[in-house]
């Protein structure tokens, strides 16, 4: 929250009650109602964090801001029947499909989806009252993820593209600059963290859950670190031969359910692509199924 006019709102939370309530108690310390909001800046397109921002606007009149690139998560658009398609290709059966599907849309309860709202691309700067926001594209979380910079402050607002305690899921969907195809999460993810470090390193990191970061440097060994023992694992169970991503999901994710399948499947297959963009792996192409394999130098 930005406590100077205008009263501005960084992400929403979830539509639920508690939400709501604990969104008004936390006006209600400073003097202040969801009334006097003015703006909402969207990090990204997921329901945890734009859930009740159609209601603030309904409350407030607040002006709603988030990423050009969520415009199908923010309006919970969905391409079912591409998952369904990418999901048999990697190996998984009709029953857990359906239900990756059935509980990637019950999720879409919390949150109602946006109607109206100002589009970023990152390079812009709002304006405020002695003090300003300078939006920055974040791609990788989401492809429209969206960090917010308050210079007169020190302080970034990063959503999930920066979590203390958790590392976050680079979410693989339909990109949607190349439709059919898939966003290339990891690859795009990495990216973003360079860019983090080169314009915001110095900066305390105001995060989507939890605490907040205020050594980059440091930070960036860990998440160094916990990718690396991905790429590890998917490098070793490959060693034994080409798979496909639901051996892979198996694997490394034995006892994974529900929702998590889907998460599971989108981390392997986010990483398998940065693998492949690093020339480490390759795709085999085949009727009905996409396998992967070390190519030769990844092997010595």
């Not at 009709?94 to 109602?112: E, H, N, Q």
């Not at 899921?169 to 993810?189: H, I, K, L, Q």
């Not at 994974?256 to 398998?272: C, M, P, Q, R």
Request: net charge negative; aromatic share 8%; hydrophobic share 40%.
């Amino acid at each position: 929250m930005i406590l100077r006019d205008p009263i501005t709102l960084i992400d929403s939370g979830p539509l639920t009650e508690e939400a709501w309530d604990a969104l008004g108690a936390g006006l209600k310390r400073f003097g202040l109602e969801v009334s006097d909001v003015k703006r909402v800046l969207l990090t990204h397109g997921h329901q945890d964090h734009y859930g009740l921002a159609e209601k603030v606007a309904d409350a407030s009149g607040a002006t709603l801001y988030g990423g050009r690139l969520d415009r199908r998560n923010f309006r919970q658009e969905r391409s079912h029947g591409l998952l369904l398609e990418d999901m048999a290709r990697a190996g998984f059966g009709l029953l857990p499909r359906l239900a990756v599907v059935a509980s990637v849309t019950a999720v879409d309860r919390f949150a109602k989806p946006l109607e109206v709202w100002d589009e970023l691309s990152g390079g812009e700067t709002l304006p405020g009252d002695g003090w300003s926001v300078v939006v920055r594209s974040t791609p990788g979380h989401t492809p429209g993820s969206l960090t917010f910079t308050i210079p007169e402050a020190g302080v970034v607002f990063t959503g999930d593209t920066v979590l203390k305690e958790i590392t976050p899921n680079a979410v693989v969907d339909e990109d949607p600059e190349e439709s059919g195809r898939p966003f290339r999460s990891v690859t795009r993810y990495f990216e973003t963290l360079d860019e983090i470090g080169r314009t915001s390193g110095d900066a305390t990191l105001l995060t989507g859950h939890g605490a907040p970061v205020t050594d980059w440097s440091a930070h960036r060994k860990t998440l160094d670190r916990r990718y690396g023992i991905r790429v590890g694992q998917i490098e070793r169970e490959l060693a034994k031969g080409p798979a496909v991503v639901r051996d892979l999901v198996a694997a490394i994710f034995p006892r994974v359910k529900t929702l998590n399948v889907f998460l599971a499947y989108s981390e392997i297959l986010g990483f398998l692509m940065y693998l492949e963009d690093t020339g480490r792996v390759e795709k085999i192409v085949s009727e009905t199924r996409d396998r992967y394999r070390l190519v030769p130098a990844a092997l010595l």
